[in-house]
């Protein structure tokens, strides 16, 4: 089946600064969706983005389908953007396939 | 609009017994989907359905089933549970296929 891999698997930051998460993947993909899930554990949706690049506010994203990548930028780091944020593609039976995540941890 | 609401929130068992939890999905949304997370695991899907029909099913034994009404709520129910059963169940719902997914705010099962 397909393969999801995120790197770096765990990323440390200062506050303020600029981070990259990328998300490969091994087979065409129907779409894509970035998740960063909250210490309770709830998936909050990021991006929901097959190809091209998105923003909203210090966060964007871009899915080179062609290429089998997509990447995640936070820019001008907070607090509370720590967790974890998972990567997942949507195959054609319809269903997400997640990689294993990457734990941000952003220090005052 | 209402997220997606699963109860309950958390829950204790035994070994052996069984467990239902329950999923709400966005109004409209005719999908449901089902994941288990567990550390050593990751997010793995456990099956979907679509107005009341389970489309699609992933790799789980068959204590695991699940079944949709038809207001879209969806059930899933874990049978003689297992240690190993312990962990966040999340249920996600969507539009249709290739459509943006929600995810409750999980379950949390453990078994003791």
């Known amino acids: 089946g397909i393969q999801v891999e995120q790197s770096p698997p765990d990323l440390i930051l200062q506050e303020g600064a600029n981070s990259t998460l990328r998300c490969n993947f091994s087979?065409?993909?129907?779409?894509l969706q970035w998740f960063h899930q909250n210490p309770w554990g709830q998936l909050i949706n990021l991006f929901y983005?097959?190809?091209g690049t998105k923003q909203n506010g210090r966060l964007s994203a871009t899915t080179v389908a062609t290429e089998r990548y997509s990447l995640l930028y936070i820019s001008s780091s907070q607090t509370t953007d720590s967790g974890v944020y998972f990567c997942a593609v949507v195959v054609s039976q319809g269903n997400l396939i997640f990689g294993k995540g990457t734990k941000l941890s952003v220090k005052p | 609009k209402a997220g997606v609401t699963q109860t309950p929130r958390y829950l204790i068992k035994t070994r052996g017994q069984q467990v239902t939890l329950s999923c709400s999905p966005i109004s409209g949304h005719r999908s449901v989907s089902w994941y288990q997370q567990t550390p050593g695991q990751g997010l793995q899907f456990l099956f979907e359905?679509?107005?009341?029909?389970?489309?699609n099913k992933g790799n789980f034994p068959g204590r695991f089933s699940g079944r949709q009404f038809s207001n879209s709520r969806s059930e899933m129910n874990v049978s003689t549970l297992e240690l190993g059963d312990s962990a966040l169940y999340l249920c996600?719902?969507?539009?249709?296929?290739?459509?943006?997914?929600?995810f409750g705010q999980g379950t949390r099962l453990t078994v003791v």
């Open positions: 983005i097959p190809s």
């Open positions: 087979d065409s993909v129907n779409n």
């Open positions: 996600a719902s969507s539009e249709g296929t290739n459509t943006e997914a929600f």
């Open positions: 359905y679509f107005s009341e029909t389970q489309r």
